[in-house]
């Protein structure tokens, strides 16, 4: 079993900026990856980034390339994602997730198996 607890979320204008963070606890020796997905209201959870521990090798939404950056720090079971120039549009529930999904499937929800409960993220115009 994994456990994983998200934080930093918050509300922020646009333009601004958040980090989140996502603490791992548990057996987190078997999970090859940690990754961003958001749900906004009335919408389908979505893809945002994630990372391989080992390597470090990082996969991105194209909504959130060169905004968002996903890191690691392996010896804390945490990962981050730091999100810059915030728009209404990245309002959502900020999930963070580990699994081992092969490369070409990084982005399938269905590759992560345990989730955290969310972090909320809500911008204003």
């Known amino acids: 079993q994994v456990q994983l607890v998200e934080s930093g979320g918050g509300l922020v204008q646009a333009g601004g900026s958040l980090k989140l963070s996502c603490a791992a606890s548990g057996r987190t020796d078997s999970s090859h990856a940690m990754g961003w997905f958001r749900q906004a209201p009335g919408k389908d959870r979505e893809f945002v980034a994630t990372?391989?521990?080992?390597?470090?090798?990082?996969v991105y939404a194209d909504s959130v390339k060169g905004r968002f950056t996903i890191s690691r720090d392996n010896a804390k079971n945490t990962v981050y994602l730091e999100m810059n120039s915030l728009t209404p549009e990245d309002t959502a529930l900020y999930y963070c997730?580990?699994?081992?999904?092969?490369?070409?499937?990084?982005?399938?929800?269905?590759?992560?198996?345990?989730w955290g409960q969310g972090t909320q993220v809500t911008v204003s115009s």
């Open positions: 990372i391989r521990r080992s390597s470090g090798y990082t």
């Open positions: 997730a580990v699994g081992s999904p092969i490369i070409s499937a990084m982005k399938r929800s269905d590759m992560y198996r345990y």
